[in-house]
């Protein structure tokens, strides 16, 4: 009996939610297809709660730490942050029907902390592509010449700099953005695809069971 | 300009010195603001979740779909988790969770990225100044046939079939060299961005030296601090 | 046995990554305080066949802008953005923008006042550029606008869409009234190509993060018919536009960094070549 | 304009949305073509001998030299939710990973972005430890969630990796931009590291970085190829039957259309 309602309906209310949903997009049936997208709106909806358990599990472990006074500054500047930009948009969403992305306090934090933090981080990248260029783009084989080739024409070639070093820099630039990058990515794409389509059958069928967690 | 945005802007030069200070080495000015970082991002992306939820909701609601409150029962489901005999009940909202996507993706992807693929492999003739095109076509044809070999799995690439493989490979990795060079670019304009805001906003230029100065406190902190413990 | 020269090689193999970084920082910083002003050079088929595309539109021809930047890939999508939207607003097109992110929304406001000088108070707004706005679930809302314009039923501004001049003297009220959708950001463009091309026969272009592009040329030049690489694709519009801004100013850091990398990854090698051979001669 | 097309499944009648007939019908032929592949292995008519892959043979490796410095191993599966199959393909692994470190008394890290992710993968990494008979070694402190946000999620990494010192670094799931940083990350902690993602534009940063790299399909079918079931093994059977049908759909429809025959080319758009 257990069994059946902690593994057996689980994995057929799974089957049965990805065939229904896989009916969507091929077959053009106005009332089916109106029930699949109330069917996408509760996907979403059910989806966004499981941020209520990261959120206890994430203010639990800095909660530890500080009573354990370990990283006591780190960790209280963490649920600072968070909890008062949280209770305050939260306050006035659902009180005063603010929405967060408008709230004048909840924006400032955004610009102030989160948006220069995104881009910082993101544009950190130059160094560490530089260094990991550096670094790793070494003649070691044939596979690793190529890869190094191609990397520092397309880089010459996307830079003004490389047309005033040769003539056949762009062109040649072009050529592999336009057959060996091509070929490459196909490939990436299609056997892409090719696996996932294994491994949703492997759990459309039982045999993957990863997303089940524990085996009982 | 208000003090709020003065304010604001002091703010965010501070967190880009203090993450770019990571480069130098991981310290205390970094972990603070990773860490505000951190929080300010979970409560931001919180709040817009709640609200995109409620936005798909409340519509409902209002027309008097009561069933409607069925999605949230299920999605409250994840918290039985943290139950000990109950803990089971949070694969019902994976299920459908996974379900769907499984369903939207396969159905969808075959066309875009596995017919489409395979129908352009077969046809492409490039809109480019080069000479022969069918031969570049060819060329991108026996790569794409190549390369994708390379990931055959059941079968031991010997004899011929070996340098059918070896070619491919080169393929993969002439892509990946483009791929490489191309993200180059795209970081290093990115930099170009952030560099931009540090040297260009109005009041950044005289805050920068307050932001430099925190900074040294928190490396100088950070060195009175004995080494930490793996 | 340890000679001069080896013991040279050998530092520059284990030279500091940090050494790395300070040489980039001040190669960049440089140009970016100081333009040296280096011609840009050939434009690429790419951005020109998605110039003459958007050319040979007539007025009044609808063209979808998706901003999908985040603030952190916006100094990458941001200028191409701006660029396009010039040229739009020039040849006299309809302009339909919608955001599948919360945070790209504050980027098409700054597109607007940057082009037009106002953004929902603009005279023409309603009648040539209509702002959606924030249009959740990503592919499923893109889905959803393009079976049906008045998906949203309001702009970003609250207006009732069904009562602007906008919307008036369409056909189909579908993707098949739509003459390009543009795509600005750093994620994959397939969802573009799923949802409108294929279905609807609208092509898709781009204004990407170079990251991206090897991304784009699967679907080039069938499905994408033309796109900007990032940085240097802006800069290119922006010439055929006639119209230098940010991207052409940022294009001489660019030089100059990649160059950079070019030689530290031939230095690189050159230690790498001569640290081997060493020990294998004295074997 | 939409031209319908119907197909009649007994005394139903359905419309295909136009040019996904090819999609329906390879939807079908793919659960056929696959669930053969299993058929025949598990009836024992084929054995299918499946390549090494270099990388998941050498996670023992990894492992081991963590057990030697004392040092903890990290695991992520990225930025995907539960519903990307790359996760579910990293969780299987990760599954392993999590019991060989709790045998050898290894610390184990796990990162995740989405927080649909959170019950299965403590989940999973808690009956790793009691399957190792080693319960109470696991703390749920060390799965963590740092954000749903990409760069907030990498800055956490990046400190965490580096703070902790780890002494493997396995980077197996979705990954965008934030690739680097994490191998950047490893490689300053001085981390033996292995990568796969099928994001073709990431790869590359893998394979300059890491020690081990699984390319695209390769991170899918680990899971298979580690448990060694047939059954699982049957999959990648299938899906080698998956990629003969393209290679053969390729070559034949370029040479067709090089001769000036479009049929199957056009069939392919159907």
């Not at chain 3, 193999?13 to 790395?20: A, I, N, P, T």
């Not at chain 3, 050939?42 to 985040?70: C, P």
Request: charged letters at 15%; a positive charge; aromatic letters at 12%.
């Amino acid at each position: 009996m257990s069994q059946i309602v902690k593994r057996h309906i689980p994995h057929m209310v799974l089957v049965a939610v990805a065939f229904f949903m896989a009916g969507d997009t091929l077959l053009l049936e106005k009332p089916y297809n109106d029930l699949a997208s109330s069917g996408t709106a509760v996907v979403s909806i059910i989806g966004s709660f499981a941020v209520l358990l990261s959120v206890t599990m994430l203010s639990r472990l800095h909660v530890r730490r500080v009573q354990r006074k370990t990283k006591v500054i780190e960790s209280s500047v963490l649920l600072i942050c968070m909890w008062v930009t949280l209770i305050w948009g939260f306050f006035r969403f659902a009180f005063q029907g603010v929405s967060p992305t408008k709230e004048f306090a909840v924006q400032q934090v955004f610009n102030a902390i989160v948006s220069p933090g995104d881009s910082t981080i993101y544009s950190i990248l130059a160094f560490f592509i530089a260094a990991a260029a550096y670094r790793a783009f070494r003649a070691r084989s044939v596979e690793a010449t190529l890869l190094l080739l191609a990397g520092s024409i397309v880089m010459l070639g996307y830079a003004p700099v490389g047309e005033m070093i040769s003539g056949y820099i762009p062109s040649l630039t072009k050529w592999i953005m336009d057959v060996p990058n091509t070929a490459g990515n196909r490939v990436i794409i299609l056997s892409g695809i090719i696996g996932i389509v294994a491994l949703y059958v492997r759990i459309i069928l039982g045999y993957e069971r990863g997303w089940m967690g524990r085996g009982d | 300009m208000g003090a709020i945005e003065t304010l604001t802007i002091l703010a965010a030069a501070a967190i880009t010195l203090a993450l770019f200070s990571y480069l130098w080495r991981e310290n205390l000015a970094y972990r603070i603001a990773e860490h505000a970082y951190i929080g300010a991002a979970c409560g931001y992306g919180v709040l817009v979740a709640a609200e995109s939820a409620w936005r798909l909701l409340e519509p409902r609601l209002t027309q008097g779909l009561t069933y409607w409150y069925l999605t949230a029962v299920i999605g409250l489901l994840y918290l039985a988790f943290f139950s000990r005999n109950y803990f089971w009940l949070y694969r019902y909202p994976t299920a459908i969770v996974l379900g769907s996507e499984i369903g939207v993706t396969v159905a969808r992807s075959l066309k875009t990225q596995f017919l489409e693929q395979l129908r352009m492999t077969a046809t492409i003739t490039f809109p480019s100044p080069f000479p022969f095109p069918y031969l570049n076509s060819a060329i991108l044809a026996v790569g794409v046939i190549c390369a994708l070999f390379y990931f055959y799995a059941t079968m031991e690439h010997r004899g011929p079939l070996k340098y059918v493989s070896k070619i491919g490979i080169y393929f993969l990795m002439a892509a990946f060299g483009a791929a490489f060079g191309s993200t180059v670019m795209a970081r290093i304009s990115l930099l170009i961005g952030r560099l931009r805001f540090m040297y260009f906003t109005d009041p950044a230029y005289y805050l920068i030296p307050v932001a430099i100065a925190l900074l040294i406190v928190g490396i100088v902190l950070d060195r009175r601090k004995k080494p930490e413990t793996a | 046995m340890a000679t001069e020269t080896k013991s040279l090689y050998a530092k520059l193999q284990e030279m500091d990554v940090r050494y790395v970084y300070l040489l980039m920082l001040i190669v960049i910083s440089a140009p970016v305080l100081k333009p040296i002003g280096l011609p840009l050079g050939t434009i690429s088929t790419e951005t020109t066949r998605l110039y003459q595309y958007i050319n040979n539109l007539k007025s009044r021809d609808i063209i979808v802008m998706e901003a999908d930047q985040s603030p952190a890939a916006a100094a990458e999508c941001q200028p191409a953005m701006v660029a396009n939207l010039y040229h739009a607003v020039s040849k006299g097109l309809r302009v339909l923008f919608f955001c599948p992110r919360t945070d790209a929304v504050p980027f098409v406001e700054d597109a607007m006042k940057l082009v037009l000088g106002a953004s929902s108070d603009h005279p023409n707004y309603g009648k040539l550029y209509v702002n959606l706005g924030y249009l959740p679930q990503g592919e499923i809302g893109l889905a959803g606008l393009a079976s049906n314009i008045f998906f949203t039923n309001r702009d970003a501004y609250g207006n009732d869409l069904r009562a602007m001049e906008f919307f008036k003297d369409l056909p189909n009220k579908n993707a098949r009234d739509w003459k390009l959708i543009i795509y600005y950001g750093a994620s994959e463009a397939d969802h573009d190509v799923r949802q409108v091309t294929d279905p609807y026969g609208c092509p898709t272009g781009g204004g990407v993060a170079a990251v991206l592009v090897t991304r784009m040329y699967p679907y080039y030049p069938d499905k994408i018919i033309g796109f900007q690489t990032g940085l240097r694709g802006a800069a290119e519009y922006e010439l055929l536009v006639k119209r230098p801004g940010e991207a052409a100013a940022g294009m001489d850091a660019q030089s100059l960094g990649h160059l950079a990398i070019v030689i530290m990854v031939v230095i690189g090698n050159i230690g790498y070549y001569a640290s081997r051979k060493k020990p294998s001669e004295g074997e | 304009m939409q031209v319908k097309r119907r197909v009649y499944i007994t005394n139903v009648e359905l419309s295909v949305r136009s040019g996904y007939n090819g999609s329906l019908m390879m939807f079908i032929a793919s659960l056929i073509i696959v669930s053969l592949g299993i058929f025949l292995t598990i009836k024992g008519v084929l054995k299918p001998k499946i390549r090494r892959l270099a990388g998941i043979d050498a996670l023992d490796e990894m492992i081991g030299r963590a057990t030697e410095l004392g040092r903890p191993v990290h695991f992520t599966v990225g930025l995907g939710g539960i519903g990307n199959p790359q996760v579910i393909a990293g969780l299987s692994i990760a599954r392993y990973v999590a019991r060989r470190c709790a045998e050898l008394g290894v610390r184990f890290l796990f990162t995740f972005s989405v927080p649909s992710v959170q019950p299965i993968a403590t989940d999973l990494i808690k009956q790793a430890y009691v399957e190792a008979g080693k319960a109470d070694a696991f703390s749920p402190d060390n799965v963590i969630w740092l954000s749903d946000r990409q760069f907030a999620f990498a800055t956490g990494v990046m400190g965490l990796v580096l703070r902790e010192k780890a002494a493997a670094n396995m980077l197996l799931g979705y990954f965008a931009a934030e690739s680097l940083i994490f191998a950047e990350a490893g490689y300053r902690a001085g981390a033996m590291q292995i990568a796969g993602t099928t994001n073709s534009y990431q790869i590359p940063f893998f394979i300059v970085t890491c020690d081990y790299t699984l390319i695209s399909i390769e991170l899918i079918y680990a899971g298979a190829y580690m448990s060694q079931e047939p059954r699982q093994i049957g999959t990648i059977l299938g899906q080698d039957y998956l990629i003969l049908i393209g290679l053969v759909l390729m070559g034949v429809g370029a040479v067709l259309y090089g001769l000036g025959i479009q049929t199957l080319t056009a069939w392919l758009a159907l």
